[in-house]
């Protein structure tokens, strides 16, 4: 099974620049994109359960471009609780502002047009993408796996109330009352009871 700390490469989510109307109109598209394996996200394993369902949507905002990525998809993931996978079901988006207005900086400062002035930012703290002019199609296989690992939650839990598990003798508490007492503690420090 593969482990995906990156895009997979077998990944195609382009739009091209020629597809999206200067009049302001939405261009879309939607597609399946295959995770044979897990995703390698806050120190754990995401199991894909199936492809991941994208869809892009890229508009002209002025002489910028506003990109919407919508993400569903299914993973599982331990408990972190009593351990029981746990399907998880992803739905989440993001929006990225593209221009090919570059600084005269040559980019390294965000929000500067040509001149050096300040350029409107639409929506606040918006980081810009500047584009080569001479680009014919915006790869957003970064964008489609930024939106997907900033959608994965840091745990999952089987149920709301899960009790997991024992801490003395190690049962799934969800099962069955094991009987065990709270005092009784972690049988590997029994003989530092005598101590006092």
Known sequence: MKRYAAPPEEWD????????????????????????GSVEYWGQSYAAKGP????LTANYAGENIVVL??????????CSRCLKETILAIDG????????????????RRG????????DEPDGDVDVIYLDGYQAELDLSHNV???LILNLP????CMEDCLGLCPVCGCDRNAFECGCSAEEGDPRFGVLRGFE
């Open 112 to 119: 500067r047009q040509d001149d050096g002035t300040e350029a």
């Open 69 to 78: 990525v919508e993400i569903k998809g299914k993973f599982s993931l331990p």
């Open 93 to 108: 988006n993001m929006r990225y502002l593209f221009t090919l207005r570059h600084p005269v900086d040559g980019g390294k």
């Open 52 to 55: 991941l369902s994208v869809r």
């Open 13 to 36: 989510c382009g739009i091209l620049l020629s597809n999206i109307r200067k009049n302001g109109e939405p261009h879309g598209e939607v597609l399946e994109l295959p995770i044979h």
């Open 154 to 157: 840091e745990r999952a839990l």
């Open 145 to 147: 796996w930024e939106t």
